[in-house]
């Protein structure tokens, strides 16, 4: 079905033809052991329109079993097999794009354009680790006459993958796909409330040859399913995307196993903008770093520190530009759609309403809406908060949505300290014609990516990841590969 006739059919019925429901396990659909289910919902209208298994224990331990026996066969899959069987998973997705970005916009409440960004990405993925999985090469080490040595680099096992609801596809791919290309096995928890792309997908790489066992699924709670997974002795290695308290949860809880961790967790990243940049490019940049995915990207540009002499002439553009934003259900056509889910909606609101009630001065936006058409779903008001102490929670705290925070500075030394305080280090975009200057910061700010005058610059080839308390680790990359496989050193006397 074309993606105009499944949006049709949605409007007309309320729901999508053949969602998945059941965890996915051993390369099939298997009904939850404990028969419960849950129901998704679409965040533009605030209406349901599908449920999914509550995984529990058993279901995780059945998922486990199953990638320990994924994994005994899929580490002797000859890489050059594996390179191929990955470029097949990539070409899959692309033929099923329509339909996965379909669900995808859906179940998250992103516009159907960002939607396909996210199944793209996910696509290019695939290509490149498909592309690694034969180089995974050791090196020979000279002992002198006696010895001959060499190092070789082995997949690490079973890995598990504890997955947000922000960008469920390309957090899912960026994880699954290095670990498949180093020969380990996957059992993913989406996240509670965007099960199905990753139902979906395990389904697909099962037709591209990906042999049943190698990437398994279990939806449901963080607390019914994602924790019995991580604690799994079985696992090897864990990567977690998603909260910073959730994340330390999970640091704990691997803790006893001695389980590999990747986290990947909040951020609140400046786009800090100096007197000689253009006002245009910054207004502009500035617009897609916080309104992108209605601000629910980890790597969002949610502050703005940005110099005096340019302040006002950027925030009357700025301003234009996020009053005429249309926001609205993802599948309509918008340019900003709808916030996850009703919780996640009042916190952001608690967020703003706090600031509000402390003083700070909110130049647009700063209440709950619902789509213009349909006056249904949950959406937030595109918001700039303006003028912030560097102490205001607004600048400190993660919000998650379409809020921006506004910091004005005078020096250099100041815009470092601003951009530099608080307790994420995740992204930074610089804006200055001053090449020497760009380089300095760049060197100076705290955080995995720097973009220069192009706040999402950069693509699947770079790493990412976050320091400090946006966690550690780098998805993405040749360096995403390294959580996926450990060296061996062998030594033969000769
Ligand atoms: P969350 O921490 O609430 O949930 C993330 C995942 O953890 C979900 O799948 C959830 O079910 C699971 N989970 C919850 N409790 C668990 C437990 N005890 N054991 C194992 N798993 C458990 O986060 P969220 O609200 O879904 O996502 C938003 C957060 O994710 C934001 O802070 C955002 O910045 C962060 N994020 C980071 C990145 C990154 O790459 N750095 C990317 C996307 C999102």
């Known amino acids: 079905m074309s993606a105009d006739a499944l949006i049709s059919t949605y409007f007309a019925t309320g729901t999508l033809p053949d969602l998945p429901r059941d965890p996915f396990i051993g390369g099939a659909s298997v009904p939850p052991a404990k028969g419960a289910y849950m129901e998704s919902f679409d965040p533009g209208t605030a209406s349901a329109f599908g449920s999914f298994a509550a995984g529990t224990a058993e279901d995780v331990d059945q998922a486990v079993t199953s990638a320990v026996a994924g994994f005994a066969l899929w580490r002797d899959t000859p890489p050059a097999k594996r390179c191929a069987i990955l470029m097949d998973c990539a070409r899959l997705l692309r033929a099923e794009a329509d339909r996965l970005a379909v669900v995808e916009s859906l179940d998250s409440g992103k516009t159907l354009a960002e939607a396909y960004g996210d199944i793209n990405s996910s696509a290019r993925l695939f290509e490149y680790y498909a592309g690694a999985a034969d180089k995974l090469d050791g090196r020979s080490v000279n002992l002198g006459n006696d010895n001959t040595a060499f190092t070789s680099r082995e997949p690490v096992g079973v890995t598990a993958h504890i997955v947000p609801w922000n960008y469920p596809t390309s957090t899912l791919v ?35 040859g990906v042999p049943a066992g190698v990437v398994n699924v279990v939806t449901g709670t963080g607390v019914e399913a994602g924790a019995p997974l991580v604690t799994d002795p079985r696992v090897r290695h864990v990567t977690f995307t998603g909260s910073v308290a959730t994340g330390v949860g999970v640091m704990q809880a691997v803790a006893p196993n001695v389980t590999g961790l990747t986290l990947e967790l909040g951020g609140k990243s400046p786009l800090i903008a100096f007197e000689d940049a253009d006002p245009e490019a910054v207004a502009e940049g500035a617009y897609w770093a916080i309104f992108s995915n209605a601000g629910q990207i980890c ?33 309509r056509g918008s340019e900003m759609g709808a916030i996850n889910s009703e919780r996640h909606l009042a916190t952001i609101a608690g967020h703003v309403d706090r600031a509000r009630a402390r003083g700070v001065e909110v130049l647009t936006g700063g209440a709950i809406a619902q789509d213009p058409d349909t006056g249904k779903g949950w959406f937030y008001q595109p918001t700039i908060l303006d003028n912030l102490s560097p102490q205001d929670d607004a600048v400190l705290k993660e919000i998650f949505g379409p809020v921006l925070a506004v910091q004005i500075f005078d020096t250099e030394e100041e815009a470092l300290a601003l951009a530099n305080g608080t307790e994420f280090a995740l992204a930074a975009g610089i804006y200055t014609r001053d090449l020497s200057r760009a380089l300095r910061m760049a060197r100076r700010v705290d955080a995995g990516q720097v973009t220069v005058n192009n706040y999402w610059a950069g693509g699947i080839e770079l790493p990412f990841g976050g320091n400090r308390k946006s966690g550690f680790g780098r998805e993405k990359g040749l360096e995403g590969l390294d959580a996926y496989t450990r060296s061996k050193a062998i030594t033969l006397s000769v």
């Open 299 to 331: 790597s969002a540009g949610s502050r703005l520190v940005i110099h005096r002499a340019i302040h006002a002439e950027v925030m009357e553009r700025l301003l234009a530009k996020t009053r005429a934003l249309r926001f609205g259900h993802g599948l």
């Open 174 to 208: 960026r994880g699954i796909a290095p670990a498949l290309a180093a020969g380990c096995s996957a059992v993913v928890k989406p996240a509670e409330t965007t099960p199905y792309t990753a139902l979906m997908i395990a389904e697909l790489l099962i037709r591209a």
